[in-house]
T-cell receptor, first 114, second 114 residues
């Protein structure tokens, strides 16, 4: 299945450093990709999205890179802050998935050390 | 804009009883809502897709008679966990789709079955 019960990988960074979180997606027909941030006990929050006709998109302190050749997505967070500590999920969707469903990756837990 | 609420945020019920969780889109109409469950340290697992005025579409392995979904209006979907058991204890999250791809997530409902 798309979601396997694996333990979340973790990334620990120093406050002020840049963070890079990676994600491999599964469906080459997916044409819409989103990064979500989830804090403990809360629902996912939208961070940034990208369509398959782009390979890079920038937001405030965040950049998403898309490499369709190897089906890889990354989220870069500049000047990481303690408030960025959370679990980050990538999700894929679009015409390759019925009914606009999103398929979530396993997630990465980001821990920011002050 | 694009706020989704869930009620209740936390619920404890006894084994064998049923519990209903509501998902509301507060400032937009959502023809499609999605229900996920999430176990600790794991990703979101899609349970079903709920379309207003029609039967929900369940993912493989999800029992439709156990997880009853009703989407009676463009702003409300409900998930009823029937005859709950301790293994149903989980974090249940809904999302509402506003456009072709964008999904906005609720804050989640923590269900504990004793």
């Amino acid at each position: 299945g798309e979601n396997v019960g694996l333990h979340l990988p973790t990334l620990s960074v120093q406050e002020g450093d840049n963070s890079i979180i990676n994600c491999a997606y599964s469906n080459s027909a997916s044409d819409y990709f989103i990064w979500y941030k989830q804090e403990s006990g809360k629902g996912p929050q939208f961070i940034i999205d990208i369509r398959s006709n782009m390979d890079k998109r920038q937001g405030q302190r965040v950049t998403v890179l898309l490499n369709k050749t190897v089906k890889h997505l990354s989220l870069q967070i500049a000047a990481t802050q303690p408030g960025d500590s959370a679990v980050y999920f990538c999700a894929e969707g679009g015409s390759g998935n019925q009914g606009g469903k999103l398929i979530f990756g396993q997630g990465t837990e980001l821990s920011v050390k002050p | 804009g694009a706020v989704v609420s869930q009620h209740p945020s936390r619920v404890i019920c006894k084994s064998g009883t049923s519990v209903k969780i509501e998902c509301r889109s507060l400032d937009f109409q959502a023809t499609t809502m999605f229900w996920y469950r999430q176990f600790p340290k794991q990703s979101l697992m899609l349970m079903a897709t709920s379309n207003e005025g029609s039967k929900a579409t369940y993912e493989q392995g999800v029992e439709k008679d156990k997880f009853l979904i009703n989407h009676a209006s463009l702003t409300l979907s409900t998930l009823t966990v029937t005859s709950a058991h301790p293994e149903d204890s989980s974090f249940y999250i809904c999302s509402a789709r506003a456009g072709s791809y964008e999904q906005y997530f609720g804050p989640g409902t923590r269900l504990t079955v004793t």
